[in-house]
């Protein structure tokens, strides 16, 4: 079955089963490997994408539910937020093994679109799906106060 | 064709291929190339490679080949730095690329023979090796510029990748003397900086690999793709220790997109186009187990026989003095017993890795950490002599040990299956995260029992100190230097040693054989020990009526490392200054890896349960390569720590793991991670490990504080559970 949807901006069309999960088919169809396999339960956060800019669990979302639709993975991800966010992760030097980083990156960028000052129990609850198993966790805290410091300046 | 394989580091098309043939082109001898290789090296890819660790390009680039695996604790970093130091090279030309797997020139030099990463041992091992080549480097860049100016050698420096004559006012970059200095013979004894003038060892570099892991570019495993590569699952028994008995495969054939389904000898293999394929085929698979060799027991049962055993003395770890009579005449005794679960490593990355086989050849790519061990292990697998098994590493998404396997399972359960399919297609094995957790490897159990005693004046005078658990090491290659009359060493590590001054006190251990496969795990012995012995220090200072920080403070007295550490860690934390009601603070200290820390803990009771807020470490690790990579691994490993206290623990109903994803074993989430501050103790000695330090006496500190805030005393982990 063919599905049709955007990726990254670019419109294209997959051949897969529907039920495949959109993870599965952005990594291995597609072959854009940044996006992580670390639950595939929607436990993690590894995986999140932007779903028509909602941050998503691709690992749980049949390709078939996102015909028609708008996907950004961390390969595609653009625009103020999302440079203030990946210079800050930098800057701050937040990764270790770098694993979670996409999951966490996307999530933090999709809290920083809603909230562009969030507080640090405002950062907790929105971030609480992505699993850090360097626990990183003091850093995405501070890199994220740091991302909104900058848009304000 | 690779497709998407790209360099790690720089995030340009992957080279190493190309590059690494300088180190395994058969020509090294010993640790440096001789002339006519280096000759032809620079020939053919415009380089520079005096030695094994390092490349200059002559577009300035220098290459740091780095031995051991970047699984997050910053070591890419770390062993650039080292190198570019004693080069005086400038940090924005410096990049890093894995090894090979070669032991002769790539042996981590504390594991004798072998090339691995662990033991946090990596910056130690190290520090001289790096250092020493990058100055034979830069010693030959020197060379060849005076050579080039008709200028005294002595007379040039060399700053931020420029080579300089001051009296001339001539200049080159590194890319511009390389030809040259690729002819000159490698000097030996090169004289090594004074510390005192070192730029880039002690400042806080940036990660060299923070880019590549921001914007998704960072290569694992799990993202290495081959022309025609094909992914398997393996169905894997529901007990530890049954094998296979029968299997049907027809309702997983109809799967489409299922290649083949092969027997191997740890279970049932679904080769499939792709995970999900295999997946879906994998959960059709239909299939009866021999268990008659499986462990059917409880975690509870085999806890049960471990408080039996505590009741009678072990093999001896250690004895100082006569503990039964200092027992005996104790104005005051404690007596504590502690149980510890079993943990899974759950890196976030999970096992994987991707075998081409050949009649000839075996080539593996995985976040391999011990290269040598693999390259054996694959061999044997694959009917292949170890030099014939070539190991690309890229990085793994944590390990936390778990990658580091005598047995090296998920690499040889990969060459199995591309054996059995005739070495048709280049395999990916991934494991899904119910495989890791319930697959086994885990930090053992263990029980222990304490007894110590006081005097009249509240001076500890007794410390008898019973664990009983599984061997980590017995039945693996590192038992015959690591497994002594009876104590496996990683059993007893942190309370064999335990540094205060008790003149009568006995170490020992039972060493059990339960049928799960356990491993080390961050911290290793560490993991318990130091939680029994920090506790039961903390509870003999309440005894004696003292305050806990100065009643390790007087026992110290000969350790001024663990004194140093833990007075910073009581001063930034403001120990002794007021704390509201429901809050208190606790505090431990303990070596391991040769590096020393304290931590103080402040945890607020709420109701039943309660919240660590603050959490303030202090770290000696010797001489400081990168600080906020020291701090860096230093939250971590209190994150790591405080989410096995809190929360982790791998039980067992009828030899069954009732646990399977991050649902069921929780890791920690950034709602629950405290406030974390790092101070750092200035020091020459040689530097030490931080990957794993960082973790030992956070469990304790919070245990403690606990105690402080409600005086409550929990003597079993995790500490949500009990
Ligand atoms: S892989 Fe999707 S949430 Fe974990
Ligand atoms: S950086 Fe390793 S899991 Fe987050």
């Known amino acids: ?113 809603q909230t562009p000052k969030p507080t640090d129990d405002e950062i907790d609850a929105a971030m609480n799906g992505n699993i850090c198993r360097c626990a990183t966790y003091v850093r995405i805290r501070a890199a994220i106060h740091e991302a909104a410091r900058t848009m304000e300046g | 064709m690779i497709p998407g394989f790209r360099n790690v580091v720089t995030g340009s098309r992957r080279t190493f291929l190309k590059g690494s043939a300088a180190a395994t082109a058969g020509l090294v001898i010993g640790f440096n190339l001789p002339v006519g290789a280096r000759k032809a ?337 694959a061999a044997t697998a694959a009917g292949l002599r170890p030099e014939r098994v070539k190991i690309h590493t890229v990085f793994a998404g944590g390990s936390f040990g778990r990658r580091a396997t005598p047995t090296s399972d998920y690499i040889v359960e990969a060459v199995h299956i591309a054996k059995a399919l005739g070495g048709r297609a280049p395999i990916k094995l991934v494991w899904t995260r119910e495989d ?25 005078i007794a410390w008898q100190h019973r664990i009983v658990g599984q061997s980590i090491l017995e039945g693996t290659p590192f038992a015959q230097a690591m497994v002594k009359n009876g104590v496996d060493l990683t059993s007893v590590e942190g309370a064999q040693n335990l540094p205060y001054a008790i003149p009568n006190l006995t170490v020992e251990l039972h060493t059990t054989k339960v049928g799960v496969p356990v491993l080390w795990w961050r911290s290793v012995g560490s993991t318990h020990t130091a939680f029994a012995t920090e506790v039961v220090i903390d509870e003999l200072a309440a005894a004696a009526g003292r305050d806990p920080y100065q009643f390790r403070r007087a026992l110290l007295a000969g350790h001024p490392r663990h004194r140093a550490v833990l007075d910073l860690a009581a001063e930034k934390a403001g120990w002794g200054t007021p704390l509201p009601a429901g809050k208190g603070r606790g505090i431990a200290v303990h070596e391991s890896f040769n590096s020393f820390v304290a931590q103080v803990a402040e945890v607020a009771v709420e109701g039943d349960t309660f919240r660590v807020e603050r959490v303030v470490c202090a770290v000696d690790c010797g001489v400081v390569i990168n600080p906020d990579v020291v701090r860096a691994q230093m939250e971590g490993g209190i994150g790591f720590a405080l989410s096995a206290a809190l929360a982790e623990a791998i039980t067992l109903d009828k030899g069954v793991v009732e646990q399977s994803n991050f649902h069921d074993y929780t890791p920690l989430r950034i709602a629950d991670m405290p406030k974390v501050e790092v101070h750092i103790v200035p020091s020459r000695e040689p530097p030490t490990g931080v990957g794993e330090p960082g973790v030992p006496p956070l469990a304790p500190a919070v245990a403690n504080a606990i105690f402080a805030a409600k005086g409550e005393r929990i003597r079993s982990l995790p500490l949500r559970r009990t």
């Not at chain 1, 539910?65 to 990946?86: L, M, P, Y």
């Not at chain 2, 620079?42 to 970047?70: M, S």
């Not at chain 2, 279970?267 to 085929?281: I, S, Y």
Request: net charge negative; glycine share 10%; charged share 20%.
């Open chain 2, 436 to 460: 890791d957790v319930r697959g086994g490897r885990y930090r053992p159990m263990y029980f222990h029992a304490l007894e110590a005693g006081l005097d009249a004046q509240g001076n500890p």
């Open chain 2, 41 to 377: 090296v620079a020939q053919a890819t415009g380089t520079f490679a005096p030695n094994a660790f390092v490349r200059i390009g002559r577009d300035d680039t220098v290459t740091v080949i780095a031995k051991h695996l970047e699984m997050g604790q910053g070591t890419y970093t770390g062993l650039a730095t080292i190198l570019a130091e004693e080069l005086d090279a400038d940090w924005s030309q410096v990049r890093v690329e894995a090894a090979p797997a070669d032991a002769r020139l790539y042996n981590n030099l504390h594991f004798g023979t072998l090339q691995g990463t662990g033991g946090s041992t990596a910056i130690a091992n190290s520090y001289e090796q790096l250092r020493k080549a990058g100055a034979a480097a830069r010693a030959m860049l020197v060379e060849a510029a005076a050579e080039v100016w008709g200028v005294p050698a002595r007379e040039i420096t060399v700053e931020k990748g420029q080579v300089k004559h001051q009296a001339t006012g001539r200049s080159a970059r590194f890319g511009e003397l390389v030809d040259r200095a690729a002819m000159r013979p490698v000097p030996t004894d090169v004289p090594l900086k004074d510390p005192q003038n070192f730029t880039l060892i002690g400042t806080r570099l940036p990660r060299i690999d923070s880019k590549a892991k921001t914007n998704g570019t960072a290569l694992f495993a799990l993202d290495v793709r081959l022309e025609g590569m094909l992914t398997a699952l393996v169905a894997r028994p529901p007990r530890f220790g049954a094998t296979v008995k029968s299997f049907r495969v027809d309702r997983t054939k109809a799967v489409p997109g299922v290649i083949d389904v092969v027997q191997i000898p740890s279970g049932v293999a679904v080769v499939a186009t792709g995970f999900w394929a295999a997946k879906t085929g994998r959960d059709e698979l239909e299939i009866e187990w021999d268990e008659s060799n499986a462990e059917t027991r409880s975690s509870a049962e085999i806890m049960e026989t471990y408080r039996r055993l505590a009741t009678q003395p072990g093999a001896v770890a250690r004895r100082d003095g006569d503990v039964a009579r200092a027992l005996a005449g104790a104005a005051k005794r404690i007596s504590a017993a502690f149980e510890f679960p079993y943990l899974a490593h759950t890196p976030m990355e999970p096992l994987n890795c991707v075998v081409r086989l050949s009649a000839t050849e075996c080539e593996i790519w995985a976040g391999d950490q011990f290269q040598t061990v693999d390259q054996m292990n």
């Open chain 1, 1 to 113: 079955m063919t599905i049709s949807l955007n990726l990254n901006g670019q419109p294209i069309s997959l051949d897969v089963d529907p039920d495949m999960p959109l993870l599965w088919a952005i990594r291995e169809v597609v072959g854009l490997t940044g996006t992580k396999f670390g639950c595939g339960m929607a436990q993690c956060g590894a995986c999140t994408v932007h779903l028509d800019g909602e941050p998503t669990r691709s690992c749980v979302t049949p390709v078939g539910a996102v015909e028609g639709r708008n996907v950004t993975t961390i390969e595609g991800v653009s625009g103020r937020v999302a440079q203030a966010v990946q210079e800050a992760w930098q800057r701050l030097d937040v990764v270790q093994c770098g694993y979670c980083q996409s999951g966490q990156i996307m999530s933090a960028i999709a809290l920083l679109q």
